[in-house]
């Protein structure tokens, strides 16, 4: 279940490009699953050291997610 909740939430951090945290864990609750904000960030902790995605600060209890593009590749 944990493998599926972190490729859902990242998928849905990759459409948005842009979400708050509060947001993805209501889309998270509508979508069936069932989360809490302990859960959803011990997610959002793995993805951020993959560096697939960016977490930031927005206000007192809000954080912003971000996708990260992967870089581009050189020709050779």
Same mark, same amino acid.
């Given at each position: @279940?944990?493998?599926?909740?972190?490729? &859902?939430? &990242?998928?849905?951090?990759?459409?948005?490009? #842009?979400?708050?945290?509060?947001?993805?864990?209501?889309?998270?609750?509508?979508?069936?699953?069932?989360?809490? @904000? #302990? @859960?959803?960030?011990?997610?959002?902790?793995?993805?951020?050291?993959?560096?697939?995605? #960016?977490? #930031?600060?927005?206000?007192?209890?809000?954080?912003?997610?971000?996708?990260?593009?992967?870089?581009?590749?050189?020709?050779?």
């Amino acid at each position: @279940m944990r493998f599926l909740l972190k490729n &859902y939430v &990242y998928e849905k951090i990759k459409q948005a490009r #842009s979400i708050t945290d509060v947001d993805l864990l209501n889309e998270l609750v509508k979508n069936g699953f069932d989360v809490n @904000m #302990s @859960m959803l960030n011990k997610v959002l902790l793995k993805l951020e050291i993959l560096g697939l995605i #960016s977490v #930031s600060w927005v206000g007192k209890d809000k954080r912003r997610i971000e996708f990260i593009e992967p870089p581009q590749q050189q020709p050779t």
